[in-house]
């Protein structure tokens, strides 16, 4: 749904809730609004906003407290939360060892290159009879077949490629 609700059953849809207030300024009793019961009570095409000179069922509604008649509205946004990135950057696949290799199994996933390059050459390694591929969405970056099993990776392996990306990024190396 786009746009701020304009009707009860927006309301609803949105999930958003709805606390009425009481007008009377030496009350101000708020509650939040049972939705599906007003909904059923008054009609959920009903507007959420009164239009000038109309009545509209927020003034017939009576507050619990005062028992005065008459309450505000006040729409308490649900705003949901963002999109995790449910998605890797790099996963590190499994072929099988047979022709047409047209399913696999996921081995490991990263968001870091280096670490999806370990997680590979360990996979090469650990499983030599099987098609192996690094892959960053469609795009493969190691394949097994294509580049035969990998070197393995030393401490100072890492050390060089991260003071290579460090240079990248402008951040002098580590002495
Ligand atoms: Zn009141």
């Excluded at 028992?67 to 946004?77: T, V």
Aim: positive net charge.
């Amino acid at each position: 749904m786009d746009g701020a609700p304009k009707t009860l059953d927006d309301v609803q849809k949105g999930g958003h809730e709805l606390i009425a207030l009481c007008r009377d300024a030496r009350c101000r009793f708020r509650k939040t609004i049972d939705l599906r019961r007003l909904i059923m009570n008054v009609g959920g095409w009903h507007q959420l906003l009164p239009t000038r000179g109309e009545p509209h069922f927020s003034d017939r509604m009576r507050c619990p407290s005062c028992k005065r008649m008459g309450m505000s509205l006040w729409l308490e946004p649900h705003i949901p939360p963002p999109r995790a990135s449910s998605e890797p950057n790099f996963r590190v696949l499994d072929w099988g060892r047979e022709y047409p290799y047209s399913t696999f199994t996921m081995i490991a996933t990263a968001d870091n290159l280096m670490v999806a390059g370990g997680a590979y050459v360990a996979a090469v390694l650990f499983y030599p009879d099987k098609w192996i591929t690094l892959q960053q969405g469609a795009f493969v970056v190691e394949d097994s077949k294509r580049d035969g099993i990998p070197k393995h990776l030393t401490a100072d392996d890492y050390k060089i490629m991260r003071d290579g990306e460090m240079s990248l990024s402008g951040v002098p190396p580590a002495p």
